[in-house]
């Protein structure tokens, strides 16, 4: 007997309705950008391993699909590295590329490859599914899309302002009701630094960006075991734990790490941008989270996260601004900010909280019964009429029992039936079907048209 095919874990499939519905999301996501500026790239599926790694941290390096070099590809390994177990060496010896890990790496090496052909700044956005070694669980896949928008070469911080109005405009249309969380890397250097750890940097933002997963006490044990004193964990509390608006969470910040010189600067960049923000009318909840910390090497300035109000699902959005990302290709001094929709964690929040239009949902608006060969191809030309008139028709193929095709027409969920007969090809009063409703009335093509458009 065959074995039952199936897929890999963290993978999906995706039905006609389902794909519906994340076209909308991608849609919805892709006008925003374009009403905002921002032109479309797209990037290899796979980079080379020299791309990827080191620029996402240890963790980030441990969840890189590596792709198998072609032909023999135990051809590199050495016998000492094989007998001593040395993953890291063994990968890099049979695998020279890797799957995409995100886009905002893969668009650092297209800047920097392709700098002569660039207006800068350069305001990008790009729609590409990312891959990532991950133990699948709910909300977190090994393959998935990433919705980024991005904008290079310019220091300015009304790009983190307008990030942010991207943001709110994205979810004020998709109507998911979210809470822009707001931090910045100098502000965790300035925490760093006022306990005396400035070199322990990594370690605190990886061991803080766990809290929401692992809870605050499990994160003071990693910090201890990253070498970080009780004491300086004692110091580091007030800070983590700070409550209340932004404005008392920044005056809070300013007695705690203000006298650093990277808190200082931390501090006064996100002053200056939920100052731009106030009289903007942002509908989101924007706040200030002082522990946020995304994890990732290569931010510098601004970090952004975004949570769905109400659904545990973790981050739906998330970036951040990255001084030195170009400069690890050769092209130093290039500031650059975005941010990465996760348009399936956006997907399942939609689901939950059924917030899909209906008329997501419903692909064919009007199905032509067919009753036989001429009818057919009478229904056929009044088809073309309504496709013409920007109306989504179709003709049922075979011309089989009434019931098998009212039966197809409910399961598409198809609120329009269209029956031409011998009576309607001589009149050309065609009979319109409300399958929600069961009415049945005559009408021209005309009036045909009106009325399903009227519908839309």
């Known amino acids: 007997m065959a074995q039952k095919p199936s897929i890999p874990k963290g993978t999906r499939d995706f039905s ?52 198998l070099n072609s032909g023999d590809f135990t051809k590199n390994i050495k016998a000492e590295d094989y007998e001593a177990k040395n993953l890291n060496r ?21 800047v920097v490859q392709h700098r002569n052909d660039i207006t800068f700044p350069f305001k990008r956005y790009q729609i590409q599914p990312v891959w990532r070694a991950d133990r699948p669980q709910k909300g977190r896949y090994r393959e998935f899309y990433q919705c980024d928008v991005d904008v290079i070469g310019s220091n300015s911080l009304l790009n983190e302002v307008e990030l942010i109005r991207i943001i709110d405009e994205v979810f004020n ?45 499990k994160v003071y044990q990693e ?13 580091l509390e007030p800070i983590i734990n700070l409550s209340g608006t932004n404005d008392s969470k920044l005056n809070c910040l300013k007695q705690l790490i203000g006298h650093t010189d990277d808190g200082e600067k931390g501090i006064a960049e996100l002053e200056t941008v939920l100052n731009y923000l106030k009289p903007l009318n942002v509908k989101s909840k924007v706040e200030i989270d002082q522990s946020l910390a995304r994890g990732l090497n ?67 608006e009007v199905m032509f019964v067919n009753f036989g060969e001429r009818e057919g191809a009478h229904a056929l030309e009044v088809l073309v009429s309504l496709q013409q008139n920007g109306i989504r028709a179709e003709l049922y193929p075979d011309a089989g029992k009434m019931k098998k095709q009212m039966k197809y027409a409910n399961q598409r969920a198809i609120p329009f039936v269209v029956l031409i007969g011998e009576q309607e090809m001589e009149t050309k009063h065609y009979t319109l079907k409300n399958m929600l409703t069961g009415e049945q009335e005559k009408l021209t093509l005309d009036e045909l048209v009106k009325k399903i458009k009227k519908a839309q």
């Open 16 to 67: 006609p309705l389902e794909m519906a519905r994340r076209n909308f999301i991608f849609n919805t996501i892709q006008e925003v950008f374009k009403q905002f500026g921002y032109q479309p790239i797209e990037t290899p599926a796979m980079e080379n391993l020299s791309t990827l790694l080191g620029k996402y941290g240890e963790e980030g390096d441990r969840l890189l699909f590596k792709i």
């Open 90 to 110: 063994l990968a890099l010896a049979v695998s020279e590329k890797g799957l995409r890990y995100d886009l905002t790496v893969p668009f650092a090496r297209y």
């Open 173 to 217: 249309r998709l109507k998911v009701n979210v809470t822009i969380k707001l931090n910045n890397r100098k502000v965790l250097s300035g925490m760093a630094e006022s306990i005396d750890a400035a070199d322990k940097l990594i370690d605190i933002t990886t061991a803080i960006d766990k809290l929401d997963k692992i809870g605050i006490e």
């Open 223 to 235: 910090l201890l075991s990253k070498g970080i004193t009780q004491d300086s964990i004692d110091n």
């Open 298 to 364: 290569y931010y510098t300035g601004a970090i952004i996260e975004v949570k769905a109000n109400g659904v545990s699902i973790g981050s739906i959005c998330g970036g951040g601004r990255y001084d030195n990302l170009t400069g690890i290709f050769g092209l130093p001094d290039v500031s650059g900010v975005g941010v990465s929709f996760g348009a399936d964690r956006i997907y399942d929040v939609m689901k939950e909280q059924n917030l899909f239009p209906k008329e997501v949902e419903t692909s064919t």
